[in-house]
């Protein structure tokens, strides 16, 4: 019998081998992740990354050597804090889309009250619009669940949106939630309290995690902390309200939020059904210990490596509570933070504090004088706002008043510019901080004037503290990290935004967005 051609042994190869690829792609699409992790480390710079990296062996150190990683991540607006940072996580819209473009704008809800603490406002999604990756997910799969855990209240409710469940925040000495969510805490949630892992840490003595020759930081800076407690060891304060408060404003508060998430999970069964649920863990310590100490300080440093390690530890332990099945996990911050001035100016770099108070509280005082409302102006980062058509009726031209404003604030020291509602549309072409501006003012919102700082400036009227709020990079800049499955592993060096998480979240789990987003799909984190 003639042994078969080449050609023939040849094509029978490309037969075969072309049915063996035919029938891979036929085979069922890769697990999906049995859980989406959220955690928004708060006042997270992505610098972090690289001037502490070499000493964390946990969570960051994972996420560093696997994940998919964005150091030149942005919260791409004005207004730089907790709540409209938290806002773009899982909407993909700018602030002045989702309704919260600033703390004061957020969350806060009177016609809610705390769960076990009597005669306390409450808080809730009220000003939220829109909706969120959760809400894309549910209309996929009715069936999902999931938890929020966080120590602030905006921290564990704006990442959700306006969905009704499980949604914790600490208040008080105890974690909580709103009669927006629940009328009475779940059982595991009380079980966890009971265990008084909250009483237990008041007087606990906060030393260095390593040797001093690890930090490379000058500790007892004069300006820190309003010049108290300044130098290592830190003591919390004992029992009772002062203790309560102590344990928030320490690290140990992200470790007790990782253990309460750890139990709600566990509680919940999340991640043991065939398809994906949610978890949105907010870390707020880093915020507290950054604003008193500073992002240059000995105490962010040794803060940050306890983070590292406590979150390295949560991460293996949802994977034993996932039973081994695939995590898909992004970790950011809702804001960066300015370093001291005074450590600025320390370091022969420029530095100062700009505050609109006494310009709008003499304002103020003129408009009453004429009207008898001298209440009308307000003012937060940058901005100067109120009641226009109050002002209107009151014979005041807002928009004059805005012209006389604008060169006023124009001309205090560390202030490069200033807009009016008439002006800030010519400036989109040429200014990244005007578009800014644009993208955390909703349309209706009623201002005047709103600015922009020198770099190493804070909006601050005080001293002993640091802040952020302004649209340089230090407060807008943020680390965004991917790491799962089916993820893209390596340093990335394009500008992504955190607007772009959620839809490139909704891409990897195969879930329509619903409405239009200002995000896009960040199509390096997939290896699709």
């Given amino acids: 019998m003639p042994l078969p051609s080449r050609r023939f042994l040849t094509a029978s190869v490309t037969l075969v081998t072309t049915a063996f690829v035919l029938l891979g792609l036929r085979r069922a699409p890769p697990e999906p992740p ?215 404003d320490s690290p140990w508060m992200d470790s007790l939020t990782l253990d309460v998430a750890l139990d709600g999970v566990r509680a919940l069964g999340l991640g043991r059904r065939k398809r994906p649920d949610l978890l949105a863990v907010g870390l707020s310590a880093t915020d507290h210990v950054g604003h008193d100490y500073g992002p240059d300080s000995r105490e962010v440093h040794d803060h940050l490596l306890r983070v590292d390690r406590w979150l390295g530890s949560f991460l293996d332990s949802l994977q034993v509570l996932t039973a081994g099945r695939p995590i898909l996990l992004v970790l950011t911050a809702d804001h960066g933070v300015v370093p001291f001035p005074e450590y600025a100016r320390q370091q022969g770099r420029p530095g100062g504090r700009v505050s609109l108070g006494p310009l709008v509280r003499e304002v103020n005082r003129q408009v009453g004088r004429r009207t008898g409302d001298s209440t009308i102006l307000q003012y937060g980062s940058g901005l100067i706002y109120g009641d226009r058509e109050r002002l209107r009726q009151l014979g005041v031209s807002p928009e004059s008043l805005a012209t006389t404003l604008a060169p006023r604030v124009w001309s205090l020291p560390g202030v490069v510019n200033a807009w009016t509602p008439a002006t800030l549309p010519g400036a989109l072409v040429t200014s990244p901080h005007a578009r800014r501006w644009a993208r955390s003012l909703p349309p209706k919102f009623s201002w005047l004037v709103s600015a922009q700082v020198q770099p190493g400036y804070i909006w601050s009227g005080g001293s002993g503290s640091t802040t952020h709020g302004t649209t340089n990079q230090d407060d807008v800049g943020v680390p965004i990290i991917f790491l799962g499955a089916g993820i893209r592993a390596g340093l990335h060096g394009d500008t992504v935004r955190t607007v772009d998480i959620a839809p490139t979240l909704a891409k990897l789990l195969r879930v329509r967005p619903g409405g239009k987003l200002d995000g896009r799909e960040i199509k390096p984190v997939s290896k699709r």
């Fill in 34 to 248: 049995a859980l989406v992790v959220l955690v928004t480390v708060d006042q997270l710079r992505p610098d972090y990354f690289s001037r502490f990296g070499g000493q964390w062996a946990g969570g960051f150190r994972r996420l560093l050597d696997a994940g998919a990683v964005f150091p030149n991540g942005l919260q791409d607006h004005a207004l730089t804090e907790t709540a409209p940072g938290h806002a773009t996580l899982l909407s993909g819209r700018d602030p002045a889309r989702t309704g919260v473009f600033s703390n004061e704008f957020g969350v806060p809800d009177s016609s809610t009250t705390l769960i076990g603490i009597p005669g306390t406002t409450g808080a809730s999604p009220h000003r939220f619009l829109g909706a969120t990756l959760v809400d894309w997910m549910k209309t996929a799969d009715p069936a999902l669940g999931f938890l929020s855990v966080s120590q602030k209240d905006r921290s564990a409710i704006l990442p959700i949106g306006r969905s009704v469940g499980p949604v914790f925040w600490f208040t008080e000495g105890r974690f909580t939630t709103s009669s927006y969510y629940a009328d009475s805490l779940p059982s595991w949630l009380t079980a966890w309290q009971a265990r008084g892992g909250v009483e237990r840490l008041a007087g606990t003595t906060w030393s260095l995690l390593l040797p001093d020759s690890a930090y490379s930081e000058v500790d007892a800076q004069p300006f820190e902390n309003g010049g108290r407690d300044v130098e290592f060891p830190h003591r919390l304060a004992l029992r009772g309200e002062p203790g309560a408060r102590a344990v928030a």
